[in-house]
């Protein structure tokens, strides 16, 4: 059954999860699309889904038309945390340079198909770090505190590809500024160290990739403590708004929405990352107001919900089915239940957004903005598309 390059099913119904069981569904039948896409991993999707980035087996990242199926371009091969503009039309990603550590990030532009490095100063100069580490690749790992090597986290690009943002600790150790970069007039806005939480013991963090809304007018800051050689734990993460105001909000693992409404806030102020709160609320943005997450513990961050959030597939352990969540109408579908049905079978830990709590990256999933198109990776095909309709 697998292998086939499109495989519909005309009468898969998507069941309610276990919790509406004894409910009878409020939707008819859904039919679901599966498509293998040449891909084995999947850092970002345009909004409608018809463009991808992400990487091949064994291969470098690479833009991929889903449409068309094919690919317009290949990433150098050291190239990471690449995103799209909702369009498609921007692509960013960070490359190493020189030392451990050290990052750049370049905005590829498929309309003017023209490569330039964004990590400028308003000026036009390099931005480089002020002071010099002590890391080799032999030395050090990725884990290193800010005190050990300058480093540069991010490079997400917002929605209208008009800004990227991302994290640097390159003017003194331990003090982390975000950075948010103006692609329309060069200037480079910099928020000196409020991506700094210290505890009660000065215990420093590492440096995060901030996230951006698709207009630019949020931006997310998570944070994370060092307490000691064993546990990791995490303080409360901050938010940007309208590039100009800093804003301390509760949470270990903060995500949000593309649109930049929804915050979803995990936790207490602070936490083990050896284990995943249960105790999940969405804090609206334009109301001020929080909201306990239904169901409980369910997760949103930018690449498992729709723009809006509305959708979301995630599954709260690696056990539990993979679902697909509509929060308007509250109903969840058995998502995995349905790829099973066509053939396919997910990868344990698709849905599962533990590692995006604690602000991990991963590459196994994500959601077209309109959240009709799902992208995840199944055990024998790698990377499909799913595309479901009501």
């Known amino acids: 059954m697998l292998g086939r390059t499109a495989i519909l099913c005309s009468c898969m119904a998507l069941l309610p999860c276990a919790q509406a069981a004894a409910d009878p569904p409020p939707y008819s039948p859904v039919t679901i699309t599966v498509t293998p896409t040449k891909l084995a991993s999947v850092d970002d999707v345009s909004y409608t889904g018809r463009y991808v980035v992400g ?27 690449a995103s799209l503009s909702q369009n498609g039309r921007y692509l960013t990603y960070a490359m190493p340079v020189g030392d451990w550590a050290r990052r ?23 931005l480089k770090p002020s002071w010099k580490g002590t890391c080799t690749p032999a030395t050090c790992g990725e884990g290193q505190k800010l005190t050990d090597e300058p480093q540069l986290r991010g490079g997400q690009i917002s929605g209208d590809g008009r800004y990227v943002v991302f994290s640097a600790n390159f003017r003194k150790p331990a003090v982390i500024d975000v950075y948010v970069k103006n692609l329309k007039t060069g200037k480079l806005q910099i928020f000196k160290g409020v991506g700094q939480l210290l505890n009660s013991e000065g215990v420093t963090e590492y440096v995060q990739a901030p996230s951006i809304s698709g207009d630019g007018s949020v931006i997310l800051i998570p944070g994370r403590l060092d307490s000691d050689k064993n546990e990791c734990t995490w303080g409360p993460g901050r938010a940007l708004f309208d590039r100009s105001r800093v804003v301390d909000i509760d949470g270990v693992g903060n995500t949000i929405t593309r649109d930049g409404r929804i915050i979803s806030i995990s936790g207490g102020p602070t936490g083990s990352s050896y284990r995943t709160p249960d105790d999940v609320v969405w804090y609206d943005v334009g109301t001020g107001v929080s909201t306990p997450a239904d169901p409980v513990g369910m997760r949103m961050s930018r690449v498992s919900a729709s723009t809006d959030g509305r959708y979301v597939f995630w599954r709260l352990q690696p056990a539990d089915p993979l679902q697909l969540r509509d929060r308007l109408l509250g109903v969840s579908y058995d998502l995995e239940a349905a790829l099973a049905g066509a053939g396919y079978v997910p990868d344990r830990y698709v849905g599962y957004q533990g590692g995006y709590l604690w602000g991990s990256l991963s590459s196994d999933a994500g959601i077209s903005g309109d959240g009709r198109t799902i992208f995840l990776v199944t055990q024998f095909e790698g990377i499909v598309k799913v595309t479901w309709t009501p």
């Not at 091949?56 to 945390?81: E, F, H, M, N, Y």
């Not at 490569?115 to 308003?122: H, L």
């Open 55 to 81: 990487g091949a087996p064994k291969a470098r990242l690479q833009l991929r038309d889903i449409r068309t199926g094919k690919r317009l371009v290949r990433l150098p091969k050291s190239a990471t945390a």
């Open 104 to 126: 750049k990030i370049l905005l590829y532009d498929r309309k003017r198909d023209r490569t330039t490095n964004i990590t400028r100063r308003s000026g036009g100069k390099i």
